[in-house]
């Protein structure tokens, strides 16, 4: 029998599940955990070849990276999908939309690299310089992709610090892991399918995000039915770390707002 992802909860109140970006793992949420679980269930998803599930190898698809994942969550939980997460999230409710009271987007995209008509990403040249980087020095590779994802942020420096200080606190990620997530940020386009997403959404934004503009979010809430965007003007890529109190915030009041709909 293969051995599950792991996965950690805390808290209680109504069910809400993190997924984190490349290269990180749960930890990067340990900052925001104590502003949710006096309110909130919170289960905290370690990706595959990522912190305590680094010795499972990532799957080759979206696809499968996503059921993955949906095998250990218990239906009717809210998701919150960062990043990388945040497509599997994406790919997650559209295959599965009874499984989840809602959607929480936070700095993602339907499509991870420019093309001639999508100017909201990272240009394929940037993508491609990681996975080069991969195969030279990974853990200078993912160094970079940390600084990266802090640039321009009003609290860079402490963003920088708290993510560098996360990175390899449960083990070093899985070089083979990360090569093919790289991949799959480069072929993954769901944008034709966002008209599909019926969970009720949310989407989150950081004005100086490099790694998936606003201008993507602004795209997600305009195509997703009912989406619901907030943006935070002086954040980058990780606002949950930057802007927490204000993060926090918007999504205790989706969530909550869910529930009072449901009762």
């Known amino acids: 029998m293969s051995r599950s992802l792991h996965m950690e909860t805390g808290g209680q109140g109504p069910d809400l599940v993190l997924l984190h970006g490349w ?13 949710l679980t006096p309110h909130l269930r919170v289960t905290r998803v370690d990706l595959p070849g990522h912190g305590r599930s680094r010795d499972l190898p990532m799957p080759p698809t979206l696809a499968e990276l996503s059921l993955q994942v949906m095998a250990g969550i218990a239906p009717g939980a809210v998701l919150l999908g960062w990043s990388l997460g945040g497509l599997v999230a994406q790919e997650a409710a559209l295959e599965m939309p009874q499984r989840f009271r809602g959607l929480i987007l936070a700095n993602t995209t339907p499509r991870f690299v420019t093309a001639g008509d999508w100017p909201h990403a990272m240009a394929p040249e940037t993508l491609q310089g990681f996975a080069a980087g991969l195969a030279e020095d990974y853990q200078d590779t993912l160094q970079r992709f940390l600084s990266l994802q802090v640039r321009g942020d009003e609290s860079a420096r402490a963003s920088l610090r708290e993510l560098r200080a996360s990175l ?12 093919t997530g790289l991949d799959m940020l480069r072929d993954s386009d769901l944008r034709a399918r966002l008209k599909q997403l019926s969970a009720p959404s949310l989407v989150l934004a950081g004005g100086y995000d490099r790694l998936t503009p606003a201008g993507a979010s602004e795209y997600m809430a305009q195509h997703i039915p009912g989406a619901r965007l907030e943006l935070f003007p002086k954040s980058a890529h990780a606002p949950f770390l930057s802007h927490g109190e204000a993060f926090a915030a918007a999504v205790l009041r989706f969530v909550r707002g869910l529930h009072e709909a449901a009762a």
Do not use: E, I
């Open 23 to 35: 290269g990180l793992h749960g930890g990067v949420w340990d900052t925001l955990m104590p502003r």
């Open 168 to 179: 390899f606190v449960h083990g070093k990620p899985d070089a083979a892991s990360l090569a």
